[in-house]
T-cell receptor, first 115, second 113 residues
Framework: GAGVSQSPRYKVAKRGRDVALRCDSI?????LYWYRQTLGQGSEVLTY??????RDKSGRPSGRFSAERPERSVSTLKIQRTEQGDSAVYLC???????WGYGYTFGSGTRLTVV | QKEVEQNSGPLSVPEGAIASLNCTYS??????FFWYRQYSGKSPELIMS????GDKEDGRFTAQLNKASQYVSLLIRDSQPSDSATYLC?????????????FGQGTTLQVKP
């Protein structure tokens, strides 16, 4: 498709379990970002990965969150040992660069509920 | 820690009025600024981008940037009920060569008929 798609749309996980969220981005977009949206803290970048499939844990909080690129246009956000505070909407965004600057395309998000 | 600050609101304006949304940022190296609109349960959509000091107008929307004051704003003229949404201010991390955005918390706008 022409946009960024995320799956699943909704996810319920038991506290302490690991979860994996998927993002299918647009071919040619180099960098994929994972953002977490919560009512209290707004949107914060968790991690991102570039086209050479490097993993980066530079977002916060680090450690339990990592992103992998099993394929060029696919990113998987892995959350280890989920906590109740991880309940949020997780947005994937891919960025591309043009002469006028950076553009971004967002997915519609995965709503994670940790119980 | 690089931050982007917005008043979370809600900001309530009557239909037809001007809505003014404000944002301040801490990273003096930032050069690219964005306003996104997000309806509940939907992904953010780009409304405006601005890179130079001054005003940039697009239809009913005007973005204003003042780098010296580290301030960016969005004005919505002739506000409509369909403008009711959360508006996210985003600043490109000035030290990042990958385009990483830093978002504010978002301002909820309510336009009352």
């Amino acid at each position: 498709g022409a946009g960024v798609s995320q799956s699943p749309r909704y996810k319920v996980a038991k506290r302490g379990r690991d979860v994996a969220l998927r993002c299918d981005s647009i071919s040619g977009h180099v960098t994929l970002y994972w953002y977490r949206q919560t009512l209290g803290q707004g949107s914060e970048v968790l991690t991102y990965s570039q086209s050479d499939a490097q993993r980066d844990k530079s977002g916060r909080p680090s450690g339990r969150f990592s992103a992998e690129r099993p394929e060029r246009s696919v990113s998987t956000l892995k959350i280890q040992r989920t906590e109740q505070g991880d309940s949020a909407v997780y947005l994937c965004a891919s960025s591309f660069y043009r002469a006028w600057g950076y553009g971004y395309t967002f997915g519609s998000g995965t709503r994670l509920t940790v119980v | 820690q690089k931050e982007v600050e917005q008043n979370s609101g809600p900001l309530s304006v009557p239909e037809g009025a001007i809505a003014s949304l404000n944002c301040t940022y801490s990273d003096r190296g930032s050069q690219s600024f964005f306003w996104y609109r997000q309806y509940s349960g939907k992904s953010p959509e780009l409304i405006m981008s601005i890179y130079s000091n001054g005003d940039k107008e697009d239809g009913r929307f005007t973005a204003q940037l003042n780098k010296a004051s580290q301030y960016v704003s969005l004005l919505i003229r002739d506000s409509q009920p369909s403008d009711s949404a959360t508006y996210l201010c985003a600043v490109k991390d000035g030290s990042s060569n990958t385009g990483k955005l830093i978002f504010g918390q978002g301002t909820t706008l309510q336009v009352k008929p």
